[in-house]
């Protein structure tokens, strides 16, 4: 019995070492890929190495510095250790090491994105079972209504329409920025000044993960509702809300946290397109400026940064899985 | 999986029809898609007046003169919302072509040839999957100048391998099917035999991917062409909700028509790739669709 744990916990480890190798495989792939846009693009590498406002002189550095008149494989070599050493380029336009930008405006994203997808779980999950255990009904086909709404509108136009009626009409909320200009604030003041900030954008981008979540934990829970287990829970006589929450919910949960995990670039391209609607100080307004003022260093920073974390949320959401389904373990014996 | 659900997952032409009919959603998604098509193929009928033309009526309301009112420059709004349907139209059915065949192509042959050439082009297939869509065609349009054709290749090279793993799965159980063995016993060769006995069976299956695809590269392109990366030779719905998003405080009517297009077009379409999805699995539910933008 001890041995077959041992074993078990032994296999399941090597599984977790291959997907982390599996990942760290994909980012090196990544940042190949990276490389490759550089060279390929038309006009000289050099451009998009320094950005477009550099003199020759610093040209001349640059040149230098990533070996432009060596050998491309020597290239390739001096980009792929300077990134893997963290160094992701200075940006001239903020004076800035590129790596310093980009995460100075990671709080302002993970915060708009954090809240509207914690949000919109709660509300889709809720949404969903209601509407899976009420089948075809007007509820039902209402919500069902909403989430191809929520499809096919772009993120940006519901952005443009909460924008619109809330903040120019109605003036409830801030059209722009993540909190007051005109006054100093600090403390618990300062904290409810970005909250009232944050109510539009949340909202939108809440809207569109919403839909997503509500149909995937409908279809996931339709899926559930007629398996043998749950027939078993009902006739034990256990209350409908505690069938719906407590078994079917769990056992559909593995299939939505999947694709909210593996989802996670276009929940982030969501949030760009809404950061620029708000003007939200985050990586979308970023990448914006970027691209108006031609700093490609920032630009494919950017680019690279967010393809890695798509990999690592991807390798943690296979980790979560073991967490969630008890049939999955990687490494852990359950107790 | 065994034979009777794939049977069931495999029903006639004539089943599909049918179940599609009776669902009225569907069927308003294909009148407002012949609309859209009406409107793009006879954009110069409907809309008499040069979309990109200036002319001194600048940020009117709509009125008889101007149905969905002027932009900043003076330029009719209706005339854009009509015109732009080629674009939006044009690209989304080009890049959902494109990748669909190239989709087949890998899928299939994988499906069908298992072992190593499977693995092989199920890693290559994973390896285009990872970087995330929307930035790559951004960064792409960034670098390489945002033509249309840059634009479709970019993105016909990002969405094919949705369809290759569907394809891939749908081949892997049909190859087991009787009939399939079939004509393997008959002597067909391995083309023929995935040519004439797998591919027609998997043929529903890639349409319903390729309507629902439409859609998303539509919403793509125009969040990329919203961001200010567009064409600028054309007038485009994303184009317009670009410029038009300046003049949001007072006047609403330059975002919101083009706004609307977008959004009936690929409402139109994810309704009808439901309702075909529904009709060739019912237990499905209602698939995943995606959104990207």
Redesign the interface.
């Known amino acids: 019995m001890r041995l077959r744990r041992r074993l078990i916990s032994r296999l399941s480890g090597r599984l977790l070492i291959k997907r982390a190798l599996q990942s760290a495989l994909l980012i090196l792939a990544l940042v190949i890929i990276n490389f490759l846009l550089i060279h390929l693009a038309p006009g000289d590498p050099v451009h998009l190495l320094a950005g477009q406002s550099g003199d020759e002189k610093y040209f001349a550095f640059i040149r230098a510095k990533f070996g432009l008149d060596r050998p491309l494989t020597t290239q390739l070599w001096i980009y792929l250790t300077s990134v893997l050493r963290g160094d992701f380029g200075y940006s001239l336009g903020y004076q800035q090491p590129v790596i310093a930008v980009i995460t100075a405006r990671i709080p302002a994203t993970l915060l708009l994105m954090l809240s509207a997808v914690s949000l919109s779980s709660v509300a889709g999950v809720v949404m969903g079972v209601e509407a899976a255990r009420r089948e075809n009904s007007f509820i039902d086909r209402a919500l069902n209504a909403f989430a191809l709404l929520g499809h096919s509108v772009p993120s940006f136009s519901i952005g443009h329409l909460l924008l619109i009626v809330f903040a120019l009409r109605l003036g409830l909320f801030p059209a722009q920025n993540m909190s007051s200009s005109q006054q100093v604030l600090t403390g618990a003041a300062y904290w409810l000044d970005v909250l009232w900030h944050l109510a539009l954008p949340v909202a939108t981008l809440a809207i569109v993960y919403l839909a997503q979540i509500m149909r995937l934990t409908r279809t996931a829970m339709l899926g559930v509702l007629g398996e043998n287990f749950i027939t078993a829970a009902r006739a034990k006589g256990l209350a409908e809300g505690r069938v719906l929450y407590g078994h079917a919910l769990r056992n559909a949960l593995l299939p939505i946290v999947t694709v909210v995990g593996n989802d996670f670039g276009m929940l982030l391209s969501g949030a760009v397109l809404v950061e620029t609607v708000f003007a939200w100080p985050g990586l979308g307004r970023l990448m914006l400026d970027a691209l108006a003022m031609r700093d490609y260093p920032v630009l494919m920073g950017l680019f690279l940064m967010i393809s890695m974390s798509v990999v690592v949320v991807n390798f943690v959401t296979d980790l979560s899985y073991a967490a969630l389904d008890p049939r999955i373990s990687y490494g852990r014996t359950r107790r | 999986m065994n034979q009777a659900e794939t049977n069931a997952r495999a029903p006639e032409g004539g089943d599909i029809w049918r179940s599609f009919k009776r669902n009225r959603t569907a069927l308003a998604g294909v009148a407002l898609l012949a609309c859209f098509l009406c409107a793009a193929v006879f954009a110069g009928q409907i809309a008499t007046r040069d979309p990109q033309k200036n002319s001194e009526a600048s940020l009117r309301p709509p009125s008889t003169e101007f149905l969905f009112g002027t932009d900043d420059l003076g330029r009719d709004v209706f005339s854009g919302v009509v015109h732009g349907a080629r674009v939006s139209i044009t690209i989304g059915v080009t890049v959902a072509l494109l990748s669909g065949l190239i989709g087949v192509l890998v899928g299939a042959t994988a499906g069908y040839a298992g072992g190593r050439i499977d693995d092989l082009l199920m890693r290559l297939t994973e ?1 285009f999957l ?7 065609a ?3 349009a ?4 945002s033509t249309f054709s840059t634009l479709i290749v970019v993105l016909s090279v990002t969405y094919w391998p949705f369809t290759a793993r569907l394809v891939r799965a749908e081949v892997l159980s049909i190859k087991e099917q009787s009939y399939v063995e079939a004509a393997r016993a008959m002597g067909a060769s391995p083309a023929r035999i995935l040519l004439h006995t797998i591919l027609p069976n998997v043929l529903p299956l890639i349409i319903t991917n390729v309507v629902l695809m439409i ?1 998303g590269v539509i ?1 793509v392109e ?2 990329l062409e ?4 567009g064409d600028s030779r054309n007038i485009s719905w994303g184009y317009m ?1 670009h410029n038009g ?1 300046h003049f ?2 007072d006047a ?1 009517w330059v ?1 919101f028509f083009p ?1 609307l297009a ?3 077009l ?2 139109a ?3 009808v790739g ?1 309702a075909l999805n529904h009709a060739l699995d019912p237990k ?10």
């Open positions: 390896l990872i970087p995330p869509r929307f930035f790559l951004l960064v792409v960034a670098l390489f100048g859609g919403l125009a969040g919203f961001l200010g990366l909700l998003e949001i405080r609403w975002i706004a977008v959004s009936l690929v409402l379409l994810n309704a439901d499905a539910r209602g698939a995943h669709i995606d959104k990207p933008a």
